[in-house]
């Protein structure tokens, strides 16, 4: 089974910086397409940033040219380099990965990583 683990969240006053990490862990799967989403309360879960294996990324329009999507696909492992915060950028963050196993494709979410950006 496969697991995706957060890392990386925090306090931090507008303007600064935060890097999120999520690695995928278990056997006996493949990772493909990889993100983020965030979710605050009362509000439903929407996407930050997408990467799949190779090709294009893609950024929600509020938070282009301050968010960075990458991933290590040797280490299973997907980054948000967050620059340039807001506090409307607070929320809960989760990292997404498509996977495929011999019992098929699935999506797997992380426990999500809380971020709050304040004065």
């Known amino acids: 089974q496969v697991q995706l683990v957060e890392s990386g969240g925090g306090f931090v006053q507008p303007g600064e910086s935060l890097r999120l990490s999520c690695a995928a862990s278990g056997s006996g799967f493949s990772i493909g397409a990889m993100g983020w989403y965030r979710q605050t309360p009362g509000k439903q879960r929407e996407l930050v940033s997408r990467i799949p294996i190779s090709g294009n990324t893609n950024y929600a329009d509020s938070v282009k040219g301050r968010f960075t999507i990458s991933r290590d696909n040797a280490k299973n492992t997907v980054y948000l380099q967050m620059n340039s915060l807001k506090p409307e950028d607070t929320a809960v963050y989760f990292c997404?990965?498509?996977?495929?196993?011999?019992?098929?494709?699935?999506?797997?979410w992380g426990q999500g990583t809380l971020v709050t950006v304040s004065s």
């Open positions: 997404n990965a498509g996977t495929f196993s011999p019992g098929g494709y699935r999506e797997v």
